[in-house]
């Protein structure tokens, strides 16, 4: 009996290894797939320009909302889902987005790169005017360093090759199309920022008062000074010390101008500049923005943007 079910048992055996074939295969279209999360709209663009062609990745933004700042952001439910879900997930750095490391013990295959990895930062406007004696300490930490490194072009260049090399090491595959669309782009910034400054060249008036302190890197590319950067808390209006500091500079400097960021309170600035006199221009952190056809062109938009602004209102 049993020798003639030898044979059909075996049969059947082989019948079902075929329909189930190996285990190993089954996850195999998975893995050709990359998912890729930039907290930041900027981290975005970049990360869209330089993958740009690259069959099976996706690129997606951890925040793009109407935010003048981090600082006192939560992560949502979608913000969670969406980081369980990535490969990659590419960080601002320099403590402007420490809080999204405590998330990503969901997902402990996360690789994780730091964007301001060997770029020169400028110290934080308070420890830059506060704490001026202390800058020479061999220790740091992430809150000394102002973290708004994208809005210097140059700087942004510098992030943008690294991204090419961090993706060329985590996927080697698309390593040739990841270093030559990070040349490509690298090349428009250069010409697009000489064309720029170019554009600041004639202008005489160049101190600005800025309502929020992530500016300093755009003063710095554009050969331009911050005379005082008020940051105000939410829910709080700067003091009358602060007041009557702004007051002063706008007259000793003869400014026709002060600027906010253009998703930050401005009512301070509003009555600073009803008393003094000028006008009040919003600049952008390009901190959000569209999701459609993103690249460095939608970041040079921005620059060119404030560009513009800084231009019209001190001229």
């Known amino acids: 009996m049993f020798k003639k079910l030898a044979p059909l048992l075996l049969i059947l055996?082989?019948?079902?290894?075929?329909?189930?074939?190996?285990?190993?295969n089954a996850t195999q279209p998975q893995d050709e797939s990359l998912s890729l999360v930039g907290t930041t709209y900027p981290i975005y663009l970049f990360l869209s320009e330089v993958t740009r062609g690259a069959d099976g990745i996706t690129v997606t933004p951890l925040i793009n909302q109407s935010v003048s700042c981090l600082h006192n952001y939560t992560l949502s439910v979608q913000d969670m889902k969406v980081m369980e879900g990535a490969d990659i997930l590419f960080l601002n750095g320099?403590?402007?987005?420490?809080?999204?490391?405590?998330?990503t013990h969901s997902n402990p295959d996360l690789a994780i790169v730091d964007c301001s990895t060997g770029l020169s930062l400028l110290p934080s406007y308070e420890e830059e005017h506060e704490h001026a004696e202390e800058l020479q300490d061999a220790d740091?930490?992430?809150?000394?360093?102002?973290?708004?490194?994208w809005m210097d072009p140059q700087r942004a260049s510098t992030m943008i090759s690294y991204l090419s090399q961090q993706l060329s090491k985590l996927d080697p595959k698309h390593a040739d199309l990841y270093t030559s669309n990070a040349a490509s782009a690298v090349e428009t910034i250069g010409a697009d920022y000489a064309r720029l400054q170019k554009q600041l060249a004639s202008l005489d008036c160049r101190k600005l008062i800025t309502f929020h302190d992530g500016f300093a890197y755009f003063a710095d590319a554009f050969d331009l000074q911050i005379l005082l950067a008020v940051e105000e808390e939410e829910?709080?209006?700067?003091?009358?010390?602060?007041?009557?500091?702004?007051?002063?500079?706008?007259?000793?400097?003869?400014?026709?101008?002060?600027?906010?960021?253009?998703?930050?309170?401005?009512?301070t600035a509003k009555a600073i500049a009803r008393e003094a006199g000028v006008s009040v221009d919003a600049l952008t952190l390009i901190m959000s923005g569209p999701l459609e056809e993103p690249g460095v062109k939608s970041y040079l938009a921005a620059m060119e943007q404030n560009v513009s602004t800084v231009l019209e209102a001190l001229s």
């Open 235 to 267: 829910g709080q209006e700067a003091s009358a010390q602060v007041i009557a500091k702004a007051l002063s500079l706008i007259r000793t400097n003869q400014l026709p101008a002060i600027f906010t960021e253009e998703f930050s309170s401005d009512a």
């Open 140 to 149: 740091h930490d992430d809150d000394d360093w102002d973290p708004h490194y």
């Open 13 to 24: 055996l082989l019948l079902l290894g075929a329909c189930t074939g190996p285990s190993s």
């Open 94 to 103: 320099a403590g402007l987005d420490d809080f999204v490391l405590d998330a």
